[in-house]
């Protein structure tokens, strides 16, 4: 008899498995650097590193903590290309840009799974058809990966029918964005969480505790973008994305994660046992397009049933949680110049682990400029 966490409660997500964690400490007072980035998630501290490689004086500032939005409480899936299947980007994007996209994606993955080997494993992932019209779908991904030669195989197996992308993994992603700042705070770069930004004008960032004064500013945060940006609004919008979480179980055993129905479901299993599963939010669509990261009882409800009667686990539910995310009409990512001297990257449409990464270092070489 398994004992859950009522629907209507709300927990730190599962990865927050550090007590020893510690945020740094607000801004208080004016400073200058040569570069401000706001947002000190992936592609935040991504961007920082990137910085500090260059020589460059770099602040960093976040209104929370480090990780505290969608980088520390994500599905912790490390997947090639963008948000849309490959054969989707192509016909969304155009083969040349999506082509790209997927070559940069892989590099990226192999330079994180190389770089952090005791909080990435490289399992690869499955996408699981959910019906007859998926598998459809999933017989023509896999032809355009085949076509453009990446790495992709069809796959029966007792998780069901569709194909086995070897190139993906896991991580656990607040652990990856506390070690980056970590590094980065002990090679020079002063971090501030709990700094709310206020607003950007020219060379100054306005926070509640002091102006930053900086040659150029990258804003790097997903959820919220157009908050912070206002002229992105057209082009970006916020959305709730939910997870739960369970206690150790060996009722199933997943080697990979798995998405399905389109992507809009995804679970994995931890070294432990214990099943971290999202998704949902097609369920209740109109409502989850808010700021709002509080979890509800209509999709956590879906989630659980996924988990008793999709998966079979009876397992209590232990964690519920869930993030802001902004996705772009097409998917792509925004990662351009917004006004003289500040840059944006972020609205990753949910699948920001790797795609934020290589955002980081486009916004980079822009503000040093390299290109």
């Known amino acids: ?150 790495p992709a195989e069809w796959y029966e197996g007792p998780e069901g029918e569709g194909l086995l992308l070897p190139t993906d993994g896991v991580m656990q992603p607040l652990a990856r964005t506390r070690h980056l700042a970590r590094t980065a705070i002990a090679r020079g770069a002063r971090l501030h969480a709990r700094t709310a930004v206020w607003g950007i004008r020219g060379g100054r960032v306005v926070t509640e505790g002091g102006t930053v004064h900086a040659r150029t500013v990258i804003v790097a945060v997903d959820g919220a973008l157009e908050r912070l940006l206002p002229e992105l609004a057209p082009h970006v919008r916020t959305a709730r994305l939910q997870m739960c979480a369970t206690a150790p179980t060996r009722e199933i055993t997943l080697s990979r994660p798995i998405y399905r129905r389109f992507g809009w479901d995804y679970v994995q299993q931890r070294d432990d046992g214990s099943l971290l599963l999202g998704g949902f939010r097609d369920a209740c669509l109109d409502d989850e397009w808010t700021h709002d990261a509080t979890p509800t009882a209509a999709v956590q409800g879906h989630l659980e049933g996924w988990l008793r009667a999709g998966l079979g686990v009876s397992a209590p539910v232990t964690h519920r949680w869930a993030a802001r995310v902004a996705y772009t009409h097409n998917g792509a990512p925004i990662c351009r110049v917004v006004r003289p001297g500040v840059f944006a990257i972020g609205a990753y449409s949910g699948t920001g682990n790797i795609v934020g990464a290589l955002c980081a270092r486009r916004a980079v070489a822009w503000a040093i400029g390299a290109r």
Not at 64 to 85: E, M, Q, S
């Open 1 to 150: 008899m398994h004992s859950d966490l009522p629907l209507d409660r709300v927990t730190a997500p599962a990865w927050d498995d550090d007590p020893t964690w510690s945020p740094p400490w607000a801004l208080d007072g004016d400073a200058h650097c040569d570069t401000c980035v706001i947002g000190l998630g992936g592609s935040g501290l991504v961007a920082v590193h990137a910085l500090l490689d260059a020589g460059v004086d770099v602040i960093g500032l976040d209104m929370d903590d480090v990780g505290a939005g969608a980088a520390g409480r994500n599905g912790g899936l490390l997947l090639a290309g963008i948000a849309h299947f490959h054969h989707d980007a192509i016909r969304l994007l155009g083969h040349e840009l999506a082509h790209r996209w997927y070559v940069d994606t892989l590099r990226e993955l192999d330079d994180v799974f190389a770089s952090m080997p005791t909080l990435t494993r490289r399992t690869g992932s499955l996408r699981i058809a959910h019906d007859d019209a998926e598998v459809v779908d999933c017989r023509h991904h896999l032809a355009a990966l085949r076509r453009d030669g990446f």
